[in-house]
Nanobody, 128 residues
Framework: QVQLVESGGGLVQPGGSLRLSCAAS????????IGWFRQAPGKGRVGVSF????????NYANSVKGRFTVSRDDAKKMVYLQMNSLRPEDTAIYYC?????????????????????WGQGTQVTVSS
């Protein structure tokens, strides 16, 4: 049973930082790539970042490039999303998702149906 559990969300002022964590069960990080998505109130779920062990396998949405950084600690079975310079428009529920780390067209990482497993989400609110 694959399980993903996000944590680290909360309320932060504009310009602040948060680090989200995605805990993965078993050894899925050995075989799975991880995507981070977010869903703002009244909007669809969109891709934020993607992390794969394949060469060049890290991607970011244009809206977060230079501010967000994805990393993983395989020994701890964790994937992290470091979010800096947060803006009110970053407010959303953030989800991590897993897909088999196979060859994929570069643009497909943002497609929700590419992923097999999802966490329950963690709320991030950026407000003064």
């Amino acid at each position: 049973q694959v399980q993903l559990v996000e944590s680290g969300g909360g309320l932060v002022q504009p310009g602040g930082s948060l680090r989200l964590s995605c805990a993965a069960s078993g050894s899925i990080l050995d075989y799975y790539a991880i995507g981070w998505f977010r869903q703002a109130p009244g909007k669809g779920r969109v891709g934020v970042s993607f992390d794969s062990k394949r060469p060049g396998g890290t991607n970011y949405a244009n809206s977060v490039k230079g501010r967000f950084t994805v990393s993983r600690d395989d020994a701890k079975k964790m994937v992290y999303l470091q979010m800096n310079s947060l803006r009110p428009e970053d407010t959303a529920i953030y989800y991590c998702a897993a897909r088999m780390d196979t060859i994929m067209a570069p643009s497909r990482w943002t497609e929700k149906n590419e992923y097999d497993y999802w966490g329950q989400g963690t709320q991030v609110t950026v407000s003064s």
